[in-house]
């Protein structure tokens, strides 16, 4: 049953993606206060704030004319994206709470060199029951294309979500299982990875076949996937009503690279590509910026509950404090939640998955 809308409507980050939890905030994690549709706010490019790590003087970037390069963040907001066919295949589960089903649906962009159209594959979970049913749209944390699986990354957050009544929609990005492949996606800074989360959310409010309140969605991102959505809200502001990005990568994508590329012989192919093509951190800095979520944080109307262990050596925790004052300092309704765990979330996985819930809950998801 087709529901009318009620609501307006990463990257190169290559983290891994996937003790007891206190479920507490550290001092400097308090709440801070209070294709695309064209955004209203300017095309002026802030600075990083200078207390930022890795964002020095050289690192600032420059306002920028319009319209904005493509291969930028506010380049990916100019685009038009449009998410439709959303497609019920194979039903892999069925529970007394949710049934799952493989899906597919697509995913267009318009661009300056002309309309993109990928299919997209995924796993979607949805409520025993007639709905209409709040939805979480899932972006999963980084895994090798070569070996990534339909569904992989988030399957215990899909779960969860669906047996509390939230129609859970994972997300395989283009190049994975069986979506389709874009040859470009490593030197276009993996942003087609937001481009496909935005038109998940558009592809589920299109549906006539999943019961969606149109007006109850979130983002839910972990580790890459935390990256994927900052940069998703940032170019798609009131898109959903609240996002949760879990054991997030950097909102600075030079630290991403410092951190899982810039020492990875597996990577020298990509590095060489980037440094051929764009220039590396150090000799571009504008560009990383301009591929960084921070610089735009002031672009987000949507609430933010990040997630973060203390124990996190994949992604260290001081990223997580040093987004969580670039959205406070933005303005952004945000929180960041700690939890005594590590990147992957063990011990503290449900207590920092009822957080979530309540969370989205409070924002009417």
């Known amino acids: 049953m087709r529901r009318h809308h009620t609501a307006a409507a990463l990257v190169l980050v290559v983290a891994l993606s996937g003790c007891s939890s206190t479920g507490s905030d550290e001092p400097e994690a308090e709440a801070g206060a209070a294709g695309p549709t064209a955004p209203s706010s300017s095309s002026a490019e802030p600075s990083a704030s200078p207390s930022d790590p890795g964002a020095g003087p050289d690192a600032d970037p420059e306002p920028e004319a319009k319209p904005a390069p493509e291969v930028s963040v506010l380049g990916l907001s100019e685009q038009r994206h449009r998410g439709d066919r959303l497609r019920l295949g194979a039903v892999r589960e069925e529970t007394a709470a949710y049934t799952s089903y493989d899906v597919t649906y697509r995913s267009r962009s318009s661009t300056r060199t002309g309309p993109e159209s990928y299919t997209i594959s995924g796993v979607l979970n949805v409520p025993q ?80 076949d999943v019961p969606v309140a149109d007006d109850r969605i979130a983002l839910f991102g972990r580790s890459m996937g935390g990256g994927v959505v900052l940069k998703t809200l940032v170019a798609a502001p009131g898109l959903v009503q609240a996002a949760a990005p879990w054991a997030s990568v950097s909102s600075l994508e030079a630290q991403n690279f410092d951190q899982f590329q810039r020492d990875d012989p597996a990577d ?80 503290a996985f449900n207590a920092a998955m009822d957080r979530t819930i309540e969370f989205f809950r409070a924002q009417g998801v």
């Open 129 to 208: 029951g007639r709905g209409p049913f709040p939805a979480v749209v899932l972006a999963h944390g980084y895994i090798d294309p070569a070996v990534y699986v339909r569904g992989q990354g988030m399957t215990r957050e899909r779960g969860y979500l669906a047996s509390r009544g939230y129609v859970a929609l994972h997300v395989d990005y283009r190049n994975h299982a069986e979506s389709t492949d874009d040859p470009d996606y490593q030197l276009r800074m993996r942003l087609g990875y937001s481009a496909d989360v935005i038109n998940a959310v558009k592809a589920l409010r299109a549906s006539d």
């Open 268 to 347: 020298d192919p990509q590095t060489r590509a980037l440094a051929e093509r764009w220039g590396l951190p150090q000799d571009s800095p504008r560009f990383w910026q301009r591929n960084s979520s921070r610089p735009y944080v002031d672009r987000i109307t949507e609430p933010v509950l990040m997630v973060h262990g203390r124990f996190d050596d994949t992604c260290p925790p001081g990223w997580a404090r040093a987004t969580q004052r670039a959205l406070r300092s933005a303005g952004v309704d945000s929180q960041l939640q700690w939890y005594d765990d590590g990147h992957a979330f063990g011990p």
